[in-house]
């Protein structure tokens, strides 16, 4: 399992109501290798966000396994979830997150401070990623004074400060225009590659998907892996 950033065995997922119960994860599988891009479709309500927070430990399934970088978390305590989401997981979601009054570049130095970095070596790397994704001039540019494309970057190298070997993606693309969505999903891409980490990109974004490695369909509450040309 050391090969795989992520797999996902038997995954169930069931909430219920006063009226109801309602099982939205009915047994899911997947592996996502590292250096490897999957793509998440699926209809609305089909429970794609639900998928991604058990796959990011920050919700537990009612039954199955999550293996993050050969290490099983179905048995970790909270502490113990939590420490290993903050070093090997990273998120990335449709609306950017960043903290309004700080830089760019303070963005991306916090979540490494708080993982125990010194703040000159965080905001060494922190100057490096940025730079890498083209905003060397912006650095010091609150979220206010940077394009939606740019804000959307420095979230993605947010996401990849901590050297995470997982990146979970939901609709990072979905609050950009074509053009700008389609130059930050290459600039994840690249990173994803260069990198060697292991990719699950949720995505309503047809045309995106089938630019990945691989895409899978959440269906009625189990993933059915797609043929690029048939995903839809």
Not at 169 to 193: I, S, Y
Request: proline share 3%; net charge positive; aromatic share 2%.
């Amino acid at each position: 399992m050391n090969s795989v950033g992520l797999a996902l065995v038997g995954i169930k997922r069931v909430f219920t109501t006063a009226a109801a119960s309602l099982q939205v994860l009915r047994g899911v599988d997947l592996m996502v290798r590292p250096g490897e891009m999957v793509g998440l479709l699926g209809p609305s309500g089909a429970g794609k966000s639900t998928l991604l927070h058990i796959a990011g430990l920050l919700e537990r399934a009612d039954a199955g396994e999550v293996m993050i970088a050969g290490e099983a978390c179905s048995t970790l305590s909270d502490v113990r979830r939590t420490a290993l989401r903050r070093r090997a997981v990273g998120f990335v979601y449709q609306f950017h997150h960043l903290l309004p009054e700080f830089s760019a570049l303070e963005n991306v130095v916090l979540p490494q401070m708080i993982d125990g970095v010194s703040r000159g070596a965080a905001a060494k790397r922190a100057t490096e990623l940025l730079s890498a994704v083209g905003l060397a001039e912006r650095l010091n540019h609150r979220p206010a004074r940077l394009s939606g494309g740019e804000q959307q970057r420095v979230a993605i190298v947010r996401a990849m400060a901590n050297r995470p070997k997982l990146i979970l993606a939901d609709e990072p693309t979905g609050n950009l225009d074509p053009a700008t969505a389609g130059g930050v999903f290459d600039m994840l891409a690249r990173l994803v590659k260069a990198t060697e980490l292991a990719a699950l990109v949720a995505t309503h974004n047809v045309e995106l998907a089938r630019r990945m490695d691989r895409i899978v369909m959440l269906k009625d509450g189990v993933l059915v892996e797609q043929a690029r040309g048939s995903a839809a």
